[in-house]
Nanobody, 127 residues
Framework: QVQLVESGGGSVQAGGSLRLSCVQSGDDIIGYRMGWFRQAPVKEREGVASITSGGDTTLEDSVKGRFTISRDNAKNTLYLQMNSLKPEDTAMYYC?????????????????????WGQGTQVTVSS
């Protein structure tokens, strides 16, 4: 059974940095697209970043130049390096994985594209 567990969240001041990790158990991540999403109170879940098994990345416009998504397939781990954090980045952050290995997906930042989800890790940025 696939399980995703996030860690690395916390409270930081604006301008600070955090590195989120997501470890998958129950299967290899090789061949699967994975992504990071976030959800603030009373807002819908939104895509932040996505990465193919080969390392091609897609970033949401508001995080370009500040966030970096990466993965270590040998460690079954997905990362999100977040720099220059802003108060509007405050949210619960989730990692996710798609269902089909090697498949093409047209909307890689849509939550509907992903089938497996972690429980989330909270990121709070104060001004």
């Amino acid at each position: 059974q696939v399980q995703l567990v996030e860690s690395g969240g916390g409270s930081v001041q604006a301008g600070g940095s955090l590195r989120l990790s997501c470890v998958q158990s129950g299967d290899d991540i090789i061949g699967y697209r994975m992504g990071w999403f976030r959800q603030a109170p009373v807002k819908e879940r939104e895509g932040v970043a996505s990465i193919t098994s080969g390392g091609d990345t897609t970033l949401e416009d508001s995080v370009k130049g500040r966030f970096t998504i990466s993965r270590d397939n040998a460690k079954n781990t997905l990362y999100l390096q977040m720099n220059s954090l802003k108060p509007e980045d405050t949210a619960m952050y989730y990692c996710a994985r798609v269902q089909r290995r090697g498949a093409y997906y047209s909307d890689v930042l849509s939550p509907k594209t992903y089938n497996y989800w972690g429980q989330g890790t909270q990121v709070t940025v104060s001004s």
